[in-house]
């Protein structure tokens, strides 16, 4: 048998919902590494503890494991019966020649109940690696540590803290629609949505007839990669050229991104309330372009019902691409995609705007039918989340 143990931060900290909390981490877990099953996982004394029956699929599964959230960090280890000469034994065995400059011995005590220290073990460890490899202890910079959990029938020792994406487990939060569009924004306010425990509903809003289906292969691309942290999910893709070409072709120039972000919100609130989310999320930041000054955000808000969440709102780009960076989402998002509409976007945005205004623009066009049409075209991609 092989062994993870990953340790969760924040969930603990939620008294009485602490059970439930970690019943959700250990079900994700489950379903994000299904592909390596059997496995189990089972809640040991604050962490969760996965069991592989065969040991490269501990290996294997790592990556995966850093797209859960709620996993703050993880210990790939070994299992010995609890008691100092047993460890001693366990960690010789699983040194071989394995050769360090430097190392620290961090061992913890994850049961009061437990007759030994973990000081105690510290040194004990300390001095067997010592004249096994001949490395010095190094407590402020080792080169390795060796992790040691004890808990009062066993325990466990590995050689390397993994960090995960901390957060809480996605679902915990319940559930709200992002707007993807194909940019660099919109998939990491997605994610730090995730991060704080919703799952995340995709809508995506194309140009067709107007675009190529690129830039849906593009969303799709992305989708199905955000998908991979939350075990799956869905994108709705919904086809919006010929409202695009309307807004175009009846409304003031100055005006359109807000008219089109205005319908986007109402078709988005829709299929959000058809599959239960409970708010919308964009990849918005204040200022940032023009449709995202103070008062162009106000007024486009007012065409929604439903709370919406702008993650990013006081983040800048430099910061904003940081993160696509680090989420992964970067090198998709700036994948160039054919952009064939250029007659829809206007050439002088405005950038103030009041919500009456845009109301009574919206009182010459067919509002209604437009948010039906959009939904009842829209076509759903199922992610598979691998
Ligand atoms: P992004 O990088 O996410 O495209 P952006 O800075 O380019 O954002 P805008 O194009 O003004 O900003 O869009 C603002 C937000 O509106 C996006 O972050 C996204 O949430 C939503 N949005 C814009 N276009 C679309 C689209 N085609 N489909 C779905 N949502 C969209
Ligand atoms: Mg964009």
């Avoid at 050229?241 to 807000?258: C, D, H, N, T």
Wanted: some cysteine.
């Amino acid at each position: 048998m092989q062994h993870i143990l990953c340790h969760y931060g924040e969930i603990a900290l939620k008294k009485n919902n602490r059970n439930w909390f970690e019943q959700a981490l250990i079900k994700n877990i489950e379903r994000q590494l299904k592909d390596y099953a059997p496995l189990k996982a089972h809640k040991l004394a604050g962490r969760v503890w996965i069991e592989f029956a065969e040991p490269h699929r501990r290996e294997a599964v790592q990556p995966l494991l850093k797209k859960i959230f709620g996993v703050v960090n993880f210990i790939p280890c070994e299992r010995v019966e609890a008691g100092l000469d047993k460890l001693k034994a366990g960690v010789l065995t699983a040194l071989g020649d394995y050769k360090f400059d430097s190392f620290a011995v961090r061992a913890k005590k994850c049961e009061p109940q437990l007759a030994l220290g973990s000081q105690e073990v510290n040194e004990a460890i300390g001095r067997l690696v010592q004249e096994k490899t001949g490395s010095r202890v190094d407590l402020e910079n080792p080169q390795t540590t060796i992790h040691i959990e004890m808990f009062h029938d066993r325990f466990f020792f590995g050689f390397e803290k993994i960090a995960g994406p901390g957060g809480l487990p996605v679902g915990v939060a319940g559930s709200v629609a992002g707007l993807l569009s194909g940019g660099i924004d919109s998939p990491v306010a997605c994610l730090r949505m995730m991060k704080r425990g919703c799952r995340v509903l995709f809508v995506h809003f194309h140009s067709a007839p107007f675009a190529s289906e690129q830039s849906l292969d593009k969303t799709l691309d992305l989708a199905e990669y955000l998908g991979s942290f939350q075990g799956g999910g869905l994108l709705l893709a919904v086809p919006f050229g010929e409202i695009q070409r309307e807004i175009v072709a009846k409304a003031p120039e100055g005006y359109r991104v807000l008219l089109y972000r205005r319908m986007m919100l109402r078709i988005a609130e829709v299929l959000a309330r058809e599959y239960g989310s409970m708010g919308l999320v964009t990849g918005e930041s204040l200022s940032q372009v023009a449709s995202q000054t103070l008062s162009n955000l106000a007024s486009i808000e007012q065409a929604a019902t439903l709370p919406i969440f702008r993650p990013l709102i006081g983040m800048d780009k430099v910061e904003i691409v940081k993160e696509a960076q680090a989420f992964g989402t970067y090198e998709t998002s700036i994948r160039p995609h054919e952009d064939c509409c250029s007659f829809m976007v206007p050439r002088h945005p405005k950038t103030q705007s009041r919500a009456e205004e845009l109301e009574r623009l919206e009182a010459n066009l067919p509002v209604d039918a437009w948010v039906e049409r959009g939904v009842k075209e829209t076509k759903r991609h199922v992610l598979q989340g691998g």
